[in-house]
């Protein structure tokens, strides 16, 4: 059994060696707050996610993927607008503090951190039910962030990655470890949900190349669904062009394209661009490694269409409302 | 009874015109992350706190102050750093969507912002245990920060305001709402806690004047030992300079020291500065309005000594710490 740590121990032994190392950090954890230091020429971009024991994963879930998802999901709504992350501060509610659990914890989030060069500047420990807030800070050159406002009719819509791979891999996950050596497919489903991975060269590089960009947390329709609406756009999505993996296909043949269009937590980009882009888009995506799918296009109007075979085809998923009535 | 609301209802009817209007917020509430623009010359100060119910309050604590509270805390933050507050991120956890509960929040919180300008530029909202964990980031001149660790022997050590009023108001508060209209006394100790005053133009003009800076968060004693530690130096804090209220003296006149010592949340600022600085300080605090009393002072070795009537008097308290064993 591990013991429990106090809350200075926690944050010398695990916080504070956290991150990556930034020049730009002039005073990080140990102060009232973190002195940073933004380049001319540069915005400041911030967001925040949380992770909700109950909601966001089941009870017993790994901490590795905790700590590494926690880092992820906002690494990738950074990435939506084209920012490259520098800080991190982490808010932690845990009910007890087991050696065990943190330094699985800190070595999922030390890993992503270390790979996109973000320091952790500072945070807050509470004892409470567990959930676990990152805010994250990045920097994008004046003028030049992706938002979701930017689409025009004629545009052609993409996405980044697969789809549907999480959301397979999310219910995968939920059976806790496997009993035997899981398949290939298996692991590879379970790898997609519990270790995203955020498309921030892919973001960063589009800045310029794409008119529009929102990440899909919440599933392809309704994340697609918020672009077009805040462009003041229509839309279409073709759904024989959807992006399915070999292991989604053939693990969920019936459900597949269900998956890809509403089971969120693909943390892919989903973007607008002109036509005329479409080479640099291809070019960009083969230097990175990544994949891009066009999927779609915009035109004048309002609303999300979805064709089949040139027909269309009823919506058939509402946003997830963590407060549905 | 008020109706739960859906996750859009919430950010479109009360997170969006919460904040304060500012004109360096280039994108706020409603993309992946908001952009902003840091002024040359500025270094970014970021922060974050949590409240967390059945730890930071009690189920049923008024949603006004708590609103209220989760911006004080991080604004006391600032403070301490001598920097000016600007955005702020807000995540919430919360059971239910309540309008009432909900109007109140957001009220607290309001009011406090648009006094300091600062504008809610993103967050979170999740269905879970309650809990509210703000984001604040403010601002400085490069290099002008105010730090833990600048005090130096032979500085004086100082004290904002008037210290365990808010460690009594906090006992007053959990007997929940008076039978019969409070004492102006009660009244005034319930809201040194409910509704604690961040010292955030004080903090400012200090920059150049104090050597080095802390709120008081978990207690006089906990906080300057944090401060003479950094710094380190040793320290003196005189126990009849202590600043303590007409009502706290005559509401808990035998635990009035150990409150102002140990109790906790007074959200003062501890600071130190040269003895020949001690007339620009008074000047300081009489110009803004804010009481600054002399406690101590810093000199050379480690640790505080607690002395009254010109005697030693034993340290009685522990630092506060959420995973103590």
Redesign the interface.
Known sequence: MS??????E?IERYLRPLGGARADV??GI?????????A?GE????????L?????FLPGAPARSLGYRALAVNL???A??G?QPS?A?L?L?MP??QELWLSEFCAGFAGLARLHSVAL?????????L?I?L?L??H?P?GQ?L???GARPGDELYVSGSLGDAAAGRELSAQGPALEPPSAETAYLRERFEYPSPRVELGQALSGLASA???VSDGLEVDAARLIE?SHCAGVIELEQLPLSGPLRHRCPERAESLALAGGEDYELCFAAPAARAADIVATARRLGERVTRIGALRGGAGLELRAAGAPRAATVA?F?????
């Open positions: 013991s429990p740590l106090s809350e200075a926690i002039k005073l140990g102060d009232d707050a973190a002195l940073l230091e933004l001319a915005e400041l971009v911030l967001t925040t996610d949380a909700v024991e109950g909601v966001h990738s709504d950074l939506a607008m920012a800080w501060l808010s509610i007890t503090a500047v500072g945070g807050n420990l509470s004892r409470g039910p959930s807030t805010q800070a990045g994008v004046s962030a938002r979701r406002d960009c929102i990440d805040a946003s409302d963590h407060f549905a009535r």
